[in-house]
């Protein structure tokens, strides 16, 4: 029998180990699908209640100034002026509020997936990108909502959309920016950064955060018929946690079946 050589021993041995680095960088996640899918979803509800929680504690920072509240009847200048500081003070509320939503669940999101790929640094890559871009993209979606709100309110306004079907838009886009910054802090949560992983992360993010916020004005009917869905961010305790958990459970759904 003839013994193998040096050079194809060594050339043995680096496939080996080539095969090994691999296995320990990618195998991790797709040996345990399930695991992992169910694992990003639990982490979804979790960045719900932490969320909601966070939310509830900041409260309103914005009101509107109380001098302009006066007694008695105001005159048509006072009335508009209180209703600018209403939308001044709404603006500001929502865009705080979704920035602070945002980063809870893109770091959420962003920490379980880096721990179930086992990715080391990567993990505190992941969650500072998903929580700067999450909150950032949260910040912007809150002026966004708003005024597509106020807009929508105008005398002048298009009429091309029916209320429902502008309801739907506005919280659409509200979570699919949201869903944008998350899936970039989870695509970059790996062992190996690679480019079209990534990309897939954020378009899936991004796609469901959009389904999710279309279809809650429709979910919350049915859950909770009494419940308004028309505000950028909703005012009843329950509206808040279907608008939610709902969008974060269908976005962590999505970046769960992306490995």
């Known amino acids: 029998m003839t013994e193998p050589t040096s050079d194809e021993s060594a050339s043995t041995a680096d496939e080996t180990a080539s095969l090994a680095d691999e296995t320990v960088s990618q195998g991790h996640a797709a040996t345990n699908p399930v695991v992992r899918f169910l694992g990003i979803i639990v982490a979804g509800a979790v960045a719900t209640g932490i969320s909601y929680a966070a939310v509830a504690s900041v409260g309103e920072l914005y009101q509107i100034p109380q001098e302009l509240l006066v007694l ?6 006072e009335l508009d002026a209180i209703a600018a500081a209403g939308v001044v003070a709404n603006t500001g509320n929502a865009m705080v ?16 997936s880096g721990l179930l790929r086992r990715a080391g640094k990567g993990i505190a890559i992941g969650m500072v990108a998903a929580i700067l871009a999450a909150g950032g993209l949260g910040y912007l979606a809150g002026d966004l ?4 709100f106020e807009a929508a309110r105008l005398p002048s306004s298009s009429n091309a959309l029916s209320p429902e079907h502008r309801t739907m838009l506005m919280h659409g886009i509200t979570w699919g920016l949201i869903g944008l910054g998350v899936g970039l802090g989870c695509g970059l949560a790996r062992p190996k950064i690679e480019a079209k992983p990534v990309l897939v992360s954020v378009l899936v993010a991004g796609v469901m955060g959009c389904v999710a916020g279309g279809i809650f004005p429709i979910t919350l009917g049915i859950a909770a018929p009494l419940e308004n869905s028309i505000n950028p961010v909703p005012i009843s305790e329950v509206g808040r946690m279907v608008w939610m958990g709902l969008a974060s459970v269908l976005i962590a759904a999505g970046l769960g079946r992306t490995d």
Do not use: F
């Open 72 to 77: 008695g009847m105001p005159s048509a200048e």
């Open 97 to 112: 509020w979704l920035a602070i939503t945002g980063a809870i669940l893109g770091g959420v999101l962003a920490l379980v």
């Open 145 to 148: 909502a708003v005024s597509s």
